[in-house]
């Protein structure tokens, strides 16, 4: 049997060990029919697992449906809550009655703010000078400043009797006129809380270089306003929480669907004062999150706090249009930029005003997240002199916070869309325009104009292959062609670099670092504990092909647990493209502690030198003589003949803290066309290069970029959270809020270049995020590009047709003035 | 996601379900659910009686009736999108059946429920209206035949009397006419924007006639009656110029989406595709 090569690009199977090999001795399995596998491809070296297209291992559960969410847990005695939500913007609370669902059939207990008043609020992790964080209650407390902001929650017996008596909970609301432009909130004397007198949040500056000589000398200056629009990150699965109490141990165990169950288990501890010695978090699965559920939320405080009152489980899941009011939203800036250039297209220094709007209460790290725009905001260029200028801004609106990118994205487009701008004002190809300003290959690590240190990088190499793929010459002609026939057909660029790996300790608000364990079992299967919280990335794969790589075994023998703080050491979780850059790093280090200790095992049993021992195979040792992988394991369990100085067991635990984020880069080309008749936008072609480093799982690494550019593609053409005047909630359901669907997105081209990272062992960078970084742009400047011989220079997002055709028609008129 | 509390009843005849009818004044008809469950759990709609008309045998099938095909009112959208018989005799509403929601929404959702809803942006309504078809309602004084363009009344309504349910829809043959469905989808919803089914015949190189509904734009679909009278005896030439009277006199609606503006000029250009597209299509 052979394993099929990896440059045929198909996916090899899960099972590669020969099947009757398994099925006769399963126990020899990893030492027999692998190594005869492997050997017959690449001359007695074992392939290693790492960069194979390896199939999710996580995948059959998922797909038959036999795993578990939030919601498929069962407790017995548990008790359902459903909470009671603001219909307005903005009110006073003028009264809460509760008697008509209190004694509504199967009705436990109801509670207001008047219960929990006494607990802790929502954390907000920012550390910003002039940063106003107003209290924020689990439950309301005297005004609602948001559609959907929880005022009471109802518990029952079952689900149908809790949403039956929240109905009847009637809260008498005075409503006030809701604060809901961000511009006009900053001059305004409404202020969403009266205790702060502003609706300003804090202010950041992040300034460097001469940046009055800079536009001074300028032969050109570009400015726009650019519209970065607010998104519900609507992940597949929504939030939930079941929490039960056990009041003899008075342990409290939190189920929740989090991307950070340590960070959560602190917080929960912290609010409801329990000590946090008897506070377990457990994440079941978890069914994506983009960042929205990289937070801790009133409800993961009212949930267990009802479990304690009570001393009875309770469980809460999430509707989708509690998701969509309820649950963070992200994006939502509007920016003033400009760029000061030389005839030659360089840029000689930039302005930035971001505006943020944060709405109504800060959540974990809502004031954050535009900073990280600020950081960004130079991209892949060397820029002379910059000041940027960030306000964050309450609104009447749900927060705002990290999704998918977060502040990344926003700083992208700004500088993608600028420099599209700038190519066009000095008529200059925007590939041109972009390679004059890239910092050369030689020139890494680059310090950029805002402040950080780009590990490595080489995105000319990158945006020449995404133009030959492309075939960015051809797509011009054909451009040229579409113009004289008047229709409209445009070729988009972006070239992204982004902040991964996140990332120092240093940059970051609650601990920048990973912790991993890894623990060779008596049986000589290994269990890997991960700080990581995987919610759909598929780690619970790569990680096992980082560590079956390091022992010498398959995947298959190796378990990755994650999301139970009960088993797995203090971690930090799974956001910030991190998990395998940091928390893969700590789990390699750890692994590798492991394997010196069976090495000097292995040694001492065979009396051999330990640095000679190689593990390959299932065996541990030298060409000539070696051990089982499990004679080796056994022996450190049995520890009757130990080398001197070592302890028994083999397990290992490493905290890695990285000592810089890293830079992922490429190139997006997008060509579209625009039916100036309708404003309706079909893309063309759709060709990614993208360059994370080293690859663990090619097919995994795919996949992130796939769903990343349909969400960028979204933000750019379809999604758009509105708020009317009235602060009303209008995109409220997904007949409304527009999802992306498979026929509305092109086929990706996709290729990588591959410049490894120098900040950890395994040189990887991070994928989570680029996908939705780099796309956004590309397809507005594709757009932007394909209406030039209107006159059209820019249109916001998303690039709804009737804006488009809006757009046109005004340009029309105005030529034909 | 929880509906209020409601009763469920599953008659086994016509008579039955009309008996049921008649008997709460709060009662709604199941026949697919893909829109009225939806609006339950969201407690828009909280029927106290829920009549499921999906035990009643014989509502559904798709038969030739002389010059007409008879559709069962129990018809789900994916058996009228798949259906040989309309295939050859009347493609025109398989074309709308085949671009309604998605594939779950098709296999369950069914014709007698969804023009019964009569959402202002369904896509059989514009369908309907090209090819002035008929519905066949029975309550309890008996059955009765109501044409398309006296059945859609306004916004999720229709002229259906209480305890009324329709059980047939006849549609006629198009043989010798070329017709077509042109719809802008909305993003989101997957509902028309604009929806514009056509009925033209052709004589010696000109328009014969030709029969637009249109959907999406209005309260409720309409006869693009001005459209249609200034196509009459017009070369292709002439289409464009006609068309633009799509929305004429029309009280379109507008949201977030679309504005009514933008509805009326979609319902022109869309016309234009649709008429044109069935002016190619073979009869």
Known sequence: MAIRSRKTGKPAPRQMAPQGTLARAPKKA?????????????????????????????????????????????????????????????ARIAGIHTGAARSSPGVVAVYTASDTKALGVVPCAGALPDLKIPRHPVLAEGHVRHVGEPVAAVIAEDLYQARDAAEKVQVEYDPLPAVVDPEKALAGTNFVHASVKSNQAFTHQLKNGDVDAAFSRADRVVKARFVNQRLAPVSMETRGVVAQYLPGEKTLTVWSSTQIPHLLKTQVALILGVPETHVRVVTPEVGGGFGSKLNVYREEAVVPFAAMQLGRPVKWSESRRENIAATIHGRDQINYVELALKKNGTILGMRARVISDLGAYHQLLTPIIPTLTALLISGCYKIGALQCDVVGVFTNKMATDAYRGAGRPEATYIIERMVDLAARELNLDPAEIRRRNFPKPREYPFATITGITYDSGNYENAMKKALELAGYSRLRARQKDAWKRGKYYGVGLSTYVEICAMGPSTAMPAGGWESGTVRVEPTGKITVLTGASPHGQGQETTF?????????????????????????????????????????????????????????????????????????????????KSLGFGEVVGAAYVARNLPPGVEPGLEATHFFEPSNFTFPFGTHVVSCEVDAETGHIRIDKYVAVDDCGNVINPLLVEGQIHGGIVQGVSQ??????????????VTGTLMDYSMPKAAQVPEFILERTCTPSPVNPMGVKGVGEAGTIASTPAVVNAVCDALRPLGITHIDMPLKPEKVWRAIQQARAAAAS | ??????????????????????????????????????????????????????????????REAGAQVALGAMTTHAAIAESPLLASRSPLLSRAARQI????????????????????????????????AEIVARGRKGERTIPAREFFSGLFSTTLLSGELITEIRVPATT??????????????????????????????????????????????????????????????AIAGACSRAAEGVDALGDHFASAEYRKHLAAVYCRRAVQEAMAAKA
């Not at chain 2, 599953?10 to 829109?35: C, F, R, T, W």
């Open chain 2, 101 to 132: 929601g998605d594939v779950q929404v098709r296999n369950r959702g069914t014709i007698g429920g969804s023009i019964a809803h009569a959402d202002p942006a369904a896509d059989y309504p514009a369908a309907l209206l090209a090819l002035d």
């Open chain 2, 1 to 62: 996601m929880i509906p209020a509390n409601f009763d469920y009843q599953a008659p086994s005849s016509v008579e039955q379900a009309i008996a049921l009818l008649e008997s709460s004044h709060e009662a709604k008809l199941l026949a697919g659910g893909h829109s009225l469950l939806p609006a339950m759990k969201l407690r828009l709609a909280e029927p106290a009686l829920l009549i499921d008309l999906g035990r009643i045998p014989g509502l559904s099938y798709v």
């Open chain 1, 544 to 624: 096992a092909q980082i560590v079956a790589d390091i022992f010498g075994l398959t995947p298959d023998d190796v378990n990755i647990v994650h999301g139970d703080t009960a088993a797995v050491p203090y971690g930090i979780g799974t956001f910030g493209s991190r998990a395998t850059a940091v928390g893969g790093t700590a789990m390699y280090i750890a692994a590798q502690k492991v394997k010196a200790k069976m090495a000097a095992i292995a040694a001492h049993l065979l009396g051999e030198k330990a640095a000679a021992m190689n593990f390959s195979a299932g065996r541990v040792g030298t060409k000539k």
């Open chain 1, 30 to 90: 990893a030492e027999r029919g692998i190594a005869a596998a492997q050997k017959s491809r690449t001359n007695g070296r074992p392939e290693p697992w790492v960069g194979r297209r390896y199939l999710r291992k996580e995948d059959p559960r998922l797909i038959q449906g036999i795993s578990h969410y939030a919601d498929d847990l069962r407790l017995p005695g548990m008790l359902h809550c459903v909470f009671v939500r603001s219909p307005h913007a903005y």
């Open chain 1, 716 to 729: 750019a053409l379809f999604e758009e959270v509105i708020y009317n005047e009235d602060g009303q909630l």
């Open chain 2, 176 to 237: 010798g006419a070329g017709t077509s469905y042109a719809k802008f989808h909305h993003p989101a919803s997957g509902f028309a924007v604009v929806g514009v089914a056509a009925v033209v015949k052709m004589a010696s190189g000109k328009i014969q006639s030709a029969a637009i509904g249109i959907t999406g734009v209005a309260d409720h679909a309409y006869r693009a009656g001005a459209a249609e009278r200034a196509l009459v005896n017009q070369p292709a030439s």
